[in-house]
Protein backbone atom coordinates (compact mmCIF):
# COMPACT_ATOMS: atom_id res chain seq x y z
CA UNK A 1 0.00 0.00 0.00
CA UNK A 2 1.72 3.05 -0.75
CA UNK A 3 0.14 5.30 2.09
CA UNK A 4 1.48 2.79 4.37
CA UNK A 5 4.70 3.36 6.42
CA UNK A 6 5.53 0.02 6.98
CA UNK A 7 5.34 -1.04 3.55
CA UNK A 8 7.78 1.79 2.99
CA UNK A 9 9.82 0.67 5.51
CA UNK A 10 9.53 -3.15 3.89
CA UNK A 11 10.71 -1.78 0.51
CA UNK A 12 13.42 0.51 1.45
CA UNK A 13 11.63 3.46 0.59
CA UNK A 14 12.14 5.01 4.93
CA UNK A 15 15.52 3.19 5.71
CA UNK A 16 15.70 1.13 8.62
CA UNK A 17 18.43 -0.76 10.56
CA UNK A 18 17.12 -4.06 10.19
CA UNK A 19 17.47 -6.56 13.94
CA UNK A 20 16.34 -9.81 11.63
CA UNK A 21 15.05 -10.40 8.34
CA UNK A 22 14.09 -13.12 5.64
CA UNK A 23 12.56 -13.31 2.68
CA UNK A 24 8.84 -13.22 4.57
CA UNK A 25 9.41 -10.94 7.82
CA UNK A 26 11.68 -7.42 8.72
CA UNK A 27 12.35 -6.65 12.40
CA UNK A 28 13.39 -2.77 13.29
CA UNK A 29 13.16 -0.89 16.43
CA UNK A 30 10.43 1.14 17.47
CA UNK A 31 10.81 4.66 16.51
CA UNK A 32 9.16 5.49 19.84
CA UNK A 33 10.53 2.60 22.08
CA UNK A 34 8.47 1.59 25.49
CA UNK A 35 11.33 -0.15 26.95
CA UNK A 36 15.17 -0.37 26.35
CA UNK A 37 13.97 -2.95 24.14
CA UNK A 38 11.37 -2.06 21.97
CA UNK A 39 11.44 -3.97 18.54
CA UNK A 40 8.61 -4.35 15.56
CA UNK A 41 8.11 -7.28 13.31
CA UNK A 42 6.27 -6.77 10.41
CA UNK A 43 5.46 -9.19 7.46
CA UNK A 44 6.85 -7.53 3.87
CA UNK A 45 3.47 -8.04 2.70
CA UNK A 46 0.65 -5.48 3.67
CA UNK A 47 -2.33 -7.48 5.70
CA UNK A 48 -4.48 -4.97 8.09
CA UNK A 49 -3.86 -6.76 11.20
CA UNK A 50 -4.45 -10.28 12.69
CA UNK A 51 -7.63 -10.54 11.42
CA UNK A 52 -6.76 -10.13 8.05
CA UNK A 53 -6.22 -12.93 5.68
CA UNK A 54 -3.05 -13.85 6.83
CA UNK A 55 -1.09 -16.75 5.17
CA UNK A 56 -0.41 -19.67 6.86
CA UNK A 57 3.60 -19.24 6.17
CA UNK A 58 2.93 -15.77 6.88
CA UNK A 59 2.13 -16.22 10.62
CA UNK A 60 4.68 -18.66 11.02
CA UNK A 61 7.55 -16.44 9.96
CA UNK A 62 6.48 -13.71 12.13
CA UNK A 63 6.48 -16.06 15.12
CA UNK A 64 9.63 -17.71 14.37
CA UNK A 65 11.35 -14.21 14.06
CA UNK A 66 10.10 -13.71 17.57
CA UNK A 67 13.25 -15.17 19.57
CA UNK A 68 15.53 -14.54 16.79
CA UNK A 69 14.93 -10.65 17.74
CA UNK A 70 14.76 -11.83 21.47
CA UNK A 71 17.71 -13.43 21.19
CA UNK A 72 19.71 -10.34 18.95
CA UNK A 73 18.56 -8.07 21.52
CA UNK A 74 19.85 -10.19 24.22
CA UNK A 75 16.84 -10.34 26.41
CA UNK A 76 16.16 -14.11 25.38
CA UNK A 77 16.95 -15.43 28.80
CA UNK A 78 15.80 -12.06 30.60
CA UNK A 79 12.28 -12.26 29.35
CA UNK A 80 10.21 -10.02 27.34
CA UNK A 81 6.59 -9.30 25.62
CA UNK A 82 5.25 -10.24 22.51
CA UNK A 83 1.73 -7.99 21.32
CA UNK A 84 0.16 -7.62 18.75
CA UNK A 85 -2.43 -4.61 18.37
CA UNK A 86 -5.59 -5.33 16.99
CA UNK A 87 -8.27 -2.52 16.23
CA UNK A 88 -9.17 0.64 18.22
CA UNK A 89 -9.98 -0.56 21.88
CA UNK A 90 -6.33 -2.21 21.37
CA UNK A 91 -4.67 1.22 20.26
CA UNK A 92 -3.54 0.42 16.58
CA UNK A 93 -2.40 3.08 15.41
CA UNK A 94 -0.40 1.64 12.56
CA UNK A 95 -2.78 -0.98 10.12
CA UNK A 96 -0.30 -3.08 8.89
CA UNK A 97 0.14 -6.09 10.77
CA UNK A 98 2.80 -5.80 13.58
CA UNK A 99 4.54 -7.76 16.12
CA UNK A 100 6.07 -5.97 19.03
CA UNK A 101 8.70 -7.42 21.02
CA UNK A 102 9.36 -5.27 24.64
CA UNK A 103 12.13 -6.35 27.06
CA UNK A 104 15.02 -4.63 28.80
CA UNK A 105 13.27 -4.28 32.06
CA UNK A 106 10.92 -5.65 33.96
CA UNK A 107 7.50 -4.79 32.86
CA UNK A 108 5.15 -5.60 35.76
CA UNK A 109 2.45 -8.58 36.33
CA UNK A 110 -0.23 -6.87 34.59
CA UNK A 111 -0.46 -6.78 30.88
CA UNK A 112 -3.57 -3.99 30.16
CA UNK A 113 -3.71 -1.13 32.30
CA UNK A 114 -6.52 -0.43 34.06
CA UNK A 115 -9.13 2.75 32.17
CA UNK A 116 -9.53 5.72 34.25
CA UNK A 117 -11.74 4.99 37.11
CA UNK A 118 -11.46 1.31 37.54
P1 LIG B 1 0.53 0.05 17.29
O1 LIG B 1 0.01 0.98 18.34
O2 LIG B 1 0.53 -1.37 17.72
O3 LIG B 1 -0.14 0.26 15.93
O4 LIG B 1 2.07 0.40 17.14
C1 LIG B 1 2.64 1.08 16.08
C2 LIG B 1 4.06 1.34 16.47
O5 LIG B 1 4.77 1.77 15.33
C3 LIG B 1 4.23 2.42 17.54
O6 LIG B 1 4.90 1.87 18.67
C4 LIG B 1 5.08 3.49 16.83
O7 LIG B 1 6.01 4.11 17.69
C5 LIG B 1 5.75 2.68 15.72
N1 LIG B 1 6.15 3.42 14.55
C6 LIG B 1 5.41 4.27 13.81
N2 LIG B 1 6.12 4.74 12.77
C7 LIG B 1 7.34 4.14 12.85
C8 LIG B 1 8.53 4.21 12.07
N3 LIG B 1 8.63 4.99 10.98
N4 LIG B 1 9.59 3.47 12.43
C9 LIG B 1 9.51 2.68 13.54
N5 LIG B 1 8.43 2.57 14.32
C10 LIG B 1 7.36 3.30 13.97
ZN1 LIG C 1 1.57 -1.82 4.71
Do not use: W
Not at 65 to 74: M, R
Amino acid sequence: MSDCVFCMIASGEIPSTPVYEDETVLAFDDIAPQAPVHTLIIPRAHYRDINDSVPDEVLVALLRAVPAVAAAKGVDASGYRVIVNTGDDAGQTVHHLHVHVIGGRSLGEGMVRPAEGE
